[in-house]
């Protein structure tokens, strides 16, 4: 009986997801998305981003240490291609295809150097996979207009999953948020401070008040804005608090598209044929012909996939598995000893975001084998000021950046010197102390996702 009920409604559960709903709405989204990332991409080329971030390097930090890297003109010609795709993306033509390119290339360059790491780089990520997956080109795209192909009704859990997955982004940026040194006002004092300067507002958000203000303003975002979205009554009123949020953050914290991306999402949370309602509105003011809705509606059509298809079980099963994946993903921190946001076991993917500050000061040494002399690494012979900052502040980039040294060295001479460090650091301005221990011979331990002795709790 229990085993009956529980069958009964998982097929109640697996027809709300598989029956349809309007297009218009993730429609909308994908020409916003496809528009900003190709935007993003030409910035990077025509700014020289992609010289100095990924072409000047000698030394990048790949997330898999046998990811193969580019030479200088392939790198060059993808970005560019990866800007053509994103623009078919927004255009719908070729949709397909060009969704798949750009979610493998976009992939591929953020895998590439951990040193570029940003929680939204990896947001786009999961976005463009999402859109290779969801039937997102049915209206508003060229390859509709031109072989007339597709609906304008697609499963109700194409747009459910963006929505969940931008809910675990923002709850996740929410709970992460409730710890000791955000709540005290760290490390958003320092970062305010460092920002006095600024004309007009400088004065203002450097004062104590706005700190506690950016605290709990910060957490209340977070835990409410996806539900104020969701919510026809209060949908402007999450509008709004998102355009201040969002804007807020780009003008003080200079993170690149991710505020416009967040902006663009909103289109994902009215109902799914709001835009045909708006210009329904529109004609009408204008004295234009409207537009007809398809007669089918998200409470009464009839699923016209059985649940026993192929396509339905892969659409469910992906359903199902993307999303407790999302949502335990993050969690995985708590596998490891320690804080993280001082280890940063467990950091990344996980939306821990703007939660820590660190100062570090480093030292590489380099042990000759045999006669025991010992010289300091110039680390600016092979990595940018970026990668310098950002490398010693995260022992495990300390730690790539060794063995890759030790091997380089190995191949040179034939002999594999010991790779020492001295690192200090202070988190959200604690006191500084040792975050690894300078007896290991970093160049000779091995790579492990397990947790790392070597790193000083």
């Not at 529109?282 to 998200?298: H, R």
């Not at 000021?385 to 890759?404: A, G, I, L, N, S």
Request: aromatic share 16%.
């Amino acid at each position: 009986m229990i085993i009956e009920n529980l069958l009964n409604r998982f097929e109640r559960w697996s027809q709300f997801l598989l029956a349809k709903t309007s297009a218009y709405s993730l429609a909308v989204f994908r020409i916003l998305f496809g528009l900003l990332m190709s935007a993003y991409i030409l910035v990077y080329l025509l700014t020289g981003r992609l010289q100095g971030k990924y072409l000047e390097p000698k030394f990048l930090f790949p997330f898999f240490p046998s990811q193969a890297l580019p030479d200088h003109l392939a790198l060059f010609a993808l970005f560019i291609l990866m800007a053509v795709a994103a623009l078919f993306v927004g255009l719908g033509l070729f949709y397909r295809i060009s969704a798949l390119f750009f979610c493998l290339s976009i992939t591929y360059v953020f895998l590439l150097d951990r040193s570029q790491y940003l929680n939204h780089s990896y947001l786009i990520c999961l976005l463009s996979l999402l859109l290779t997956v969801v039937e997102a080109d049915s209206v508003y795209s060229l390859d509709n207009l031109l072989w007339r192909k597709k609906e304008r009704l697609i499963p109700r859990w194409n747009l459910l999953i963006l929505r969940i997955q931008l809910f675990i982004v923002y709850l996740y940026g929410g709970i992460w948020k409730l710890n000791p040194d955000w709540l005290s006002g760290e490390p958003q004092r320092t970062w305010l401070l460092h920002k006095a300067a600024y004309p007009l507002i400088g004065p203002i958000i450097s004062q104590e008040w706005f700190v506690w203000v950016v605290t709990f303003g910060g957490i209340l975002v977070d835990f409410s804005l996806p539900f104020l979205l969701i919510f026809r009554p209060t949908f402007p009123f999450g509008v709004a608090v998102a355009m201040f949020f969002h804007i807020t953050n780009s003008v003080l914290f200079k993170i690149g598209v991710f505020p416009w991306l967040m902006l663009a999402t909103i289109s994902l949370f009215p109902p799914a044929n709001w835009p045909v309602t708006v210009s329904n509105k529109l004609a009408v003011w204008l004295n234009k012909p409207s537009i007809a809705l398809p007669s089918a509606t998200i409470s009464s059509v009839k699923i016209e996939l059985s649940l026993r298809s192929g396509a339905a079980f892969l659409s469910l099963l992906f359903f199902h598995l993307y999303v407790i994946g999302q949502l335990l993903f993050p969690l995985r921190h708590f596998a490891y000893p320690g804080n993280v946001d001082w280890t940063e076991e467990g950091y990344y993917f996980s939306w821990r975001m703007m939660l820590h500050h660190k100062d570090a000061r480093l030292v590489i040494y380099r042990t000759d084998p045999e006669t025991g002399e010992v010289s300091i690494v110039n680390q600016q012979e092979w990595l940018t000021k970026r990668q310098m900052k950002v490398m010693k502040t995260q022992p495990d980039m300390v730690h790539q950046f060794c063995r890759w040294l030790a091997d380089l060295e190995e191949r040179k001479t034939g002999k594999r010197p010991h790779i020492r460090v001295k690192l200090i650091a202070s988190l959200n301005g604690h006191p500084f102390r040792e975050l690894i221990d300078p007896n290991v011979d970093l160049g000779s331990e091995p790579f492990t996702l397990n947790h790392k002795s070597w790193i000083i709790d």
